[in-house]
């Protein structure tokens, strides 16, 4: 557990359960490409984390 304390910011914990309900949704859309999914994920939690902690080095990594 010391890892979560250490490396995961709290506050950005919720951006793990949106990305998964948005990737679910994602993968059920029938013209949706599998291989265009994880690009699509990984642009939207790095602006959610953007949007929920702000610009700041801890945000980025």
């Given at each position: 557990?010391?890892?979560?304390?250490?490396?995961?910011?709290?506050?950005?914990?919720?951006?793990?359960?949106?990305?998964?309900?948005?990737?679910?949704?994602?993968?059920?859309?029938?013209?949706?490409?599998?291989?265009?999914?994880?690009?699509?994920?990984?642009?939207?939690g790095?602006?959610?984390?953007?949007?929920?902690?702000?610009?700041?080095?801890?945000?980025?990594?």
């Open positions: 557990m010391e890892f979560l304390y250490d490396y995961i910011i709290e506050q950005a914990l919720i951006v793990v359960p949106v990305l998964l309900v948005i990737g679910q949704a994602l993968k059920n859309t029938p013209k949706m490409q599998n291989w265009l999914i994880p690009y699509i994920l990984l642009l939207l790095f602006l959610f984390t953007i949007g929920i902690m702000g610009i700041n080095m801890h945000a980025i990594v």
